[in-house]
């Protein structure tokens, strides 16, 4: 493995790291890596030309995710202005028991989660609404989006009908009913963040919440024809998800939802609406309703679309350029011992998670290039796809210029480095299953303890 293919990986990882050091947007940090891999591909034998069609066919790849990133930046502010999320947040302050908030918004997003297998059409709904009580509740919107990506994360790992989970399954060959016998370090991990997200809410101090909460009640009444017809784009995005709609057509519907709430309260005139779509919504009522109901719009995403533009353009060289399959190489070694075989990988599926900028790609790459490896152990193929599972699939939204944690933190209105201290699942998973290879076997029995003369 030479130096020159080296670079670029090293150059993204320090211009990462200086943005964030010295308070720079991100982007600035690719740039730097862009410019590092054009120069040190170059010497690799690839004209400019060619890396640049390289680095465009990795930006068309992110397509998917741009689009849902537009459309989400779209919907937001039809659901603030149509008063769905108003009347979301009026219903919940009602139900919901805010004592319990964080162990009640992780386990209400995995279970939606669960069923929707999607972790941004859960955010985008039930998420969305749980962030908007914790505001007028006046709880800590860093813990809540923790506890709400941890169990959106929950439902991508354990849906039947997860695609990110059926892509692990295809591509190291394993079956359901095999996946099924080894889900117990995920489960058990499921137990260990519901345990610490109620410890958090035991030992919280509480305020009186219930004097605010009416407050916010109030309010939303006196500035929204709070209604549950009101509820119909939630509906709709619910139903669209649930019956396996594509995401981008879902959201349109929820957008054509959300516009004819609009249009039938009808309180606005064009250049607010159009404002409101452009650079968020605002009430300007006057009151701390305004801290509550606000945002969206086009401006808040553009940096994140630039973003996740220039990370394509660099995926896209990085891999047609294969300079990721000598580090693969020189990371995994001759492992001849299990727990550290599983510890690599996962090691190896975050390195190729920072660099890959997306969630599909690590799953891709990893899969066909460790099976070979893992295959030479008894039920390697199982013990692959655990480690996946636990690590490549979870591990995305750990990664702020990640596209998962960037749509993520856009839809909740909270950034990946406020909630990357709560966000337990996703961080606890791959530790608990590197350390459960030693007691569970592919099968997902325990092994039994080895005689003393053996």
Same mark, same amino acid.
């Given at each position: 493995m030479s130096i020159t293919s080296v670079t670029p990986i090293l150059a993204m990882i320090a211009g990462i790291i200086l943005s964030l050091s010295l308070g720079f947007p991100i982007a600035w940090g690719i740039v730097f890596a862009i410019l590092v891999t054009l120069v040190s591909v170059k010497r690799l034998g690839y004209p400019w030309k060619q890396q640049f069609v390289f680095g465009w066919e990795g930006v068309q790849k992110a397509?998917?995710?741009?689009?849902?990133?537009?459309?989400?930046?779209?919907?937001?502010?039809?659901?603030m202005m149509g008063g769905t999320i108003p009347a979301i947040i009026y219903y919940g302050l009602s139900i919901v028991n805010v004592e319990y908030l964080f162990v009640l918004s992780f386990l209400l997003t995995a279970g939606v989660s669960y069923l929707l297998g999607t972790s941004i059409g859960t955010l985008s709904t039930i998420g969305l609404s749980l962030m908007g009580i914790a505001h007028a509740a006046g709880i800590s919107p860093a813990i809540v989006g923790g506890a709400l990506i941890s169990g959106a994360m929950v439902g991508?790992?354990?849906?039947?009908?997860?695609?990110?989970?059926?892509?692990?399954?295809?591509?190291?060959?394993?079956?359901?009913?095999?996946?099924?016998?080894?889900?117990?370090?995920?489960?058990?991990?499921?137990?260990?963040?519901?345990l610490l997200f109620l410890i958090l809410?035991?030992?919280?101090?509480?305020?009186?919440?219930?004097?605010?909460?009416?407050?916010?009640?109030?309010?939303?009444?006196?500035?929204?024809?709070? +209604?549950?017809?009101?509820?119909?784009?939630?509906?709709?995005?619910?139903?669209?998800?649930?019956?396996?709609?594509?995401?981008?057509?879902?959201?349109?519907?929820?957008?054509?939802?959300?516009?004819?709430?609009?249009?039938?309260?009808?309180?606005?005139?064009?250049?607010?609406?159009?404002?409101?779509?452009?650079?968020?919504?605002?009430? +300007?009522?006057?009151?701390?309703?305004?801290?509550?109901?606000?945002?969206?719009?086009?401006? #808040?995403?553009?940096?994140?679309?630039?973003?996740?533009?220039? #990370?394509?353009?660099?995926n896209g060289i990085l891999n047609r350029a294969n300079l990721l399959t000598p580090?693969?190489?020189?990371?995994?070694? +001759?492992?001849?011992?299990?727990?550290?075989?599983?510890?690599?990988? #996962?090691?190896?599926?975050?390195?190729?998670?920072?660099?890959?900028?997306?969630?599909?790609?690590?799953?891709?790459?990893?899969?066909?290039?460790?099976?070979?490896r893992f295959s030479q152990w008894e039920g390697g193929r199982e013990l692959l796809g655990k480690t996946m599972l636990d690590s490549t699939v979870v591990m995305p939204v750990l990664i702020p210029w990640n596209g998962l944690s960037m749509m993520m933190a856009l839809t909740l209105g909270v950034s990946t480095i406020q909630t990357l201290p709560f966000v337990f699942f996703p961080i606890l998973l791959p530790i608990v299953t590197i350390l459960s290879t030693r007691w569970f076997s592919p099968e997902g029995r325990f092994l039994a303890m080895k005689n003393k003369a053996s």
């Open positions: 397509k998917p995710v741009l689009t849902i990133l537009f459309l989400v930046g779209l919907l937001i502010p039809l659901l991508e790992r354990f849906s039947p009908i997860s695609s990110s989970r059926l892509l692990v399954l295809s591509n190291v060959g394993m079956t359901e009913a095999q996946e099924r016998r080894i889900r117990r370090p995920a489960l058990l991990t499921v137990a260990i963040c519901a809410d035991l030992f919280r101090p509480q305020a009186n919440s219930t004097d605010t909460i009416q407050m916010y009640q109030e309010l939303l009444v006196s500035h929204f024809s709070v +209604h549950w017809l009101l509820m119909l784009p939630l509906i709709v995005l619910i139903a669209s998800f649930a019956l396996r709609v594509k995401a981008v057509k879902a959201l349109f519907y929820g957008i054509g939802a959300s516009a004819i709430l609009v249009g039938i309260n009808g309180n606005l005139d064009v250049k607010t609406f159009f404002t409101s779509m452009l650079v968020g919504f605002e009430l +300007h009522s006057g009151t701390p309703l305004d801290q509550l109901v606000h945002g969206g719009g086009m401006f #808040a995403i553009f940096n994140v679309l630039a973003l996740i533009i220039l #990370a394509g353009f660099l580090i693969v190489d020189k990371m995994m070694g +001759h492992t001849k011992n299990k727990t550290v075989l599983v510890a690599k990988a #996962a090691a190896l599926s975050l390195l190729v998670v920072i660099i890959s900028c997306n969630q599909t790609i690590p799953i891709l790459v990893l899969g066909s290039t460790l099976l070979g």
